[in-house]
């Protein structure tokens, strides 16, 4: 007998026809940079893991120094191919690294059907973290210390990209979240997250007590504890993680609102380490395309810069 297919089935099967098409189309461009999609099993998930990379023009495996690498997450019901067939991610990098404006490094794409959390329906977090960045580490010459790292997304991919920097501020440099789906208290009634598996309870409802468990808030104390230094101590032992956050202004999620909240928050933490930037339009690639080269820039400060750079940078 066959099943009737769920919102969720058809939405992320109907994503990956827009990528396949987008594929084909990235396919056919001359670019600088070796895009290629891969996979590997996940023993955290128990099936295939999906990603897509970047490396850029004339990458090395025997270079002298390992590549800074960003680790890039798609939004809800999205996949491993939205960032670098909708998102314009191979040509972004293309332009700001021929331009001097970043280094040579690699982007790598993962796909996941859940929002980034151990969720109801997939571990993501504990993929990501346990699978996905050593097999990166193995597979490809990239750094595989803070500095070398960073970490961004849009929308759910953002609000993933929030929690694991407040989660893991050892693990990146900095991060980026484009139009983040962070919300608090709550998703808004039209947000995907409420009838995202993710987030539903066996009877088929949102879970309100798993959301507020599993958003940045729950982070927020102890990402403060391990960035603020101690009585009598010059710094801190984890460095806070630099966060470049963006809107647009007529988001039907009301992005900007949260994006705002998101930013004061964190300023009390890391004042000076938040960048906001508002942009016209809604929660659309075309805003996410349009503020992706300021993402990267600003987390290029950070990722890959020398101590005597951060040292200038943060006044020192």
Not at 58 to 83: C, R
Not at 89 to 105: F, K, S, V, W, Y
Not at 112 to 128: L, P
């Amino acid at each position: 007998m066959l099943k009737k297919p769920t919102i969720a089935r058809c939405t992320r099967w109907a994503g990956y026809v827009v990528g396949v098409f987008g594929w084909l189309t990235l396919s056919s461009m001359t670019l600088a940079g070796e895009v290629s999609r891969e996979q590997f099993f996940s023993p955290t998930l128990g099936y295939d893991y999906p990603y897509t990379v970047y490396l850029p023009d004339g990458y090395d495996k025997q270079a002298s120094a390992p590549y800074p690498v960003i680790y890039l997450l798609h939004g809800s019901f999205g996949n491993e191919l939205d960032w670098a067939t909708r998102g314009n991610l191979p040509q972004t990098a293309d332009r700001l690294i021929e331009a001097g404006h970043l280094p040579p490094a690699v982007f790598v794409m993962p796909g996941s059907r859940s929002w980034w959390v151990d969720g109801r329906n997939e571990a993501a977090r504990s993929a990501f973290f346990n699978d996905l960045l050593p097999h990166i580490e193995a597979t490809y010459h990239v750094g595989t210390t803070r500095q070398l790292r960073g970490v961004g997304g849009l929308s759910a991919g953002g609000y993933g990209a929030v929690n694991f920097a407040l989660e893991r501020p050892d693990m990146f440099a900095a991060a980026a979240a484009l139009s983040p789906a962070s919300y608090v208290p709550a998703p808004p009634a039209n947000s995907s997250a409420t009838r995202h598996p993710a987030f539903l309870n066996k009877q088929g409802e949102f879970d309100q007590a798993l959301w507020e468990q599993l958003n940045y808030t729950a982070h927020l104390e102890g990402y403060r504890l391990q960035v603020t230094p101690r009585p009598y101590a010059e710094q801190s032992d984890t460095p806070p993680v630099p966060l470049y956050i963006s809107a647009g202004r007529s988001d039907v999620y009301d992005a900007e609102f949260h994006a705002r909240q998101l930013r004061q928050t964190m300023e009390r933490i890391q004042p000076g380490d938040v960048r906001l930037d508002l942009y016209p339009g809604g929660h659309t690639w075309r805003v996410w395309r349009a503020s992706l080269p300021a993402a990267l820039n600003f987390m290029f400060q950070y990722v890959g810069a020398s101590e005597e750079t951060l040292a200038e940078a943060s006044g020192e």
